[in-house]
């Protein structure tokens, strides 16, 4: 079965605004056993978007059109396929009653245009959409001999996502035959290349797994998927070769169930009933704004400082001023007496300092832009691992963070 | 004159990528006076890509294809296109000889494939790919007796984008009659519906002046772009808008000439020789790490505390721990605190305090989720906002800081 996805709208056609929807339903798509073959994006256009109509009955089975299915003289998807595929639209008096009841509830009178949200494709099934006034359709017809299967979806992603889960993936379920899938996220902590050359000689032990590593926000995610004719048999295959990828990438594997560093690096403190502080220079806060995107993170994060300046390093973070005056800011012994600096005065089980040069300027020839030094203290011991980082700042800064979270990580294992 | 473009490649007809240089071509269209009238995605298949090219030849006057001119066996894009247009490839001995240097040169030998790459269409011009191995083309053609302009480009975004601005545009340059517009960016602190609310009225006060509003990250920007016969004519009507939404928006404009609210802090703690430090509980460091992605801000934001517990907030930002027994961690008192306490200590010239309940539990009755405390503090005055903030624990958290940074705006304005 090879599917379209048809975007409608012009705001899609500008520099500033992008689909996004189709990801959603190409995954969707995906594990019903449907590939997608073609992604359109057509404006506000009658002309242009009948024919794109057309041409997506010729090539595909199950066609998607998204937006276009407002009140407004723009919204012009409904008419266009049904041109397109030579039918006509009735008027549906129950939509009609329901959307004068939706208007009269917010005591608005409603404008005459609102009527042609109830116009339905003949044959067509109205699908309700509890997120907003338009009502989606599905269509199921002959093209040329061929069975086709049409969905007209509202456009913004919030209505569009509940409405296919709730009422096109039941009806496609049961015109497709049954897939059995089994799917599974291993996070990785390090680079993508290096990840891919050690689990590429991997692939071949376990046969009919998909594989897709992708590298975003300093993570590298290597999703697998296995279909095969009983879910037993597709989850053994994934269930596989993760055991053979997390036995090679040992304790680089961050999570297998698709958690984040952070949240892994909360489950772990807070299994052991530790907590945590930071201190943190070149990152300048990013540290603790990750940890805290974790709801339920004030459990085992106390805090920390943000010490740009070398004052408040001696000030907050209790880093002695002659330690800075002799090694330098950006030191290896200045990010060890962050860590213990900021655990000693937050009384945290753990202090993470970080120091470096974020650049783009600040570097010298013994200490370039990139270079960074990232400290764990648990009162005891000491650890504190120095990185050449390449990349903009923002990137420096991305990796400085996901560092001294990746050594709690590892600490804790 | 109608663009069409159209992405090559089979991984962005899955769940995990996404074409984004069509935003970038389309700007640059724009700017030349040419609309993108379809955008397309297709895999690497022959026949799929084949109908494609037919297709878009039939519909658009430029059509630009990205991705598919490696040297494996599924970069397509040479042999699809010259089918669709019936024409002949030749391969080219200086290409060649060029790939063959470029593998000598790094020690290898070169696979046999690799010369694929050197199939050039017959009467295309090649375009050298500094970034890549892999040239573009530009062929000026006809299709049913009219002009058609076709590029096949790169699909890496940092091979595509130079690429084009360095030898596609001059060529479309020649091609297209000359255009004269001017643009203007004016990022504002409101949200979008209340801004699109207020100057809606002014679009019209200056005609020919096309007008986006976008909201991103807390800020809302507004776009305005004129087309002209003349370039100081497009420019005045473009400036003319823009002090009038201005005036209108007043305090509310960040910025003018696309700067981040940010980099506006920055730039006027600087003019004022001023420095900054934050104490932050529920932004959890966001607003220190804005701040700090500014580069150069060391020389204005000293640094801050990040005070998730009642202890730290005593600790390290010298809230008296009486008052937050008597008002609650989020309150006023403690907001206007944390402000006062962190700029006494790191002795700043401003404090900012922001304490709040970012979600999704922890909320009250009288103190519900989204509820944030803002604080400023210079020394002698104390200004503090409240706000009930909606959305997620994310947008709580982004707008808690966006708030902040806001704050500081309007005092140095």
Known sequence: MKAEIIAVGSELLTPFRQDTNSL???????????EVHFKTVVGDSRADLVAVARIAMTRA????????????????????VAEALGIELHRDPEIITELYKRFAERRMKMPENNTRQADVLDGAVLLRNPNGTAPAQWLQTNW?????YLMLLPGPPQELKPLFDSQCLPRLKEVLPPQFISKR???????ESACDARIAPLYTKVPNVQTTILAHGGEV????????DRQEEAERRV?????????????CVISSG??????????????????LAVAESCSGGMMAE??????????YFLGGAVVYSNELKTKLAGVPAKLIAEHGAVSREVAVALAEGIRERTKATFGVGITGIAGPTGGTPEKPVGLVYIALSDGKDNEVVERRLHGDRERIRLWASFTGLDLIRRKLI
Request: with cysteine.
């Open 24 to 34: 959603f339903l190409t995954e969707r798509l995906n594990e019903l056993g449907v």
């Open 61 to 80: 089975d199950i066609v998607i059109l998204m937006g276009g299915l407002g009140p407004t003289e723009d919204d012009l998807t409904r008419e266009c």
């Open 144 to 148: 040329e001999g061929d069975r086709r």
């Open 185 to 191: 996220v291993l996070k990785v902590a390090m680079g």
């Open 221 to 228: 995610e290597i999703h697998l998927q296995s279909r095969a």
């Open 239 to 251: 269930e596989e070769l993760a055991g053979e990828l997390e036995e090679e990438l040992d304790d």
């Open 258 to 275: 698709g958690e984040s560093l952070e949240q892994i690096v909360g489950y772990y403190l807070q299994m052991r009933g530790a907590t």
């Open 290 to 299: 990750r940890i805290t995107s974790v709801p339920g993170s004030s459990r």
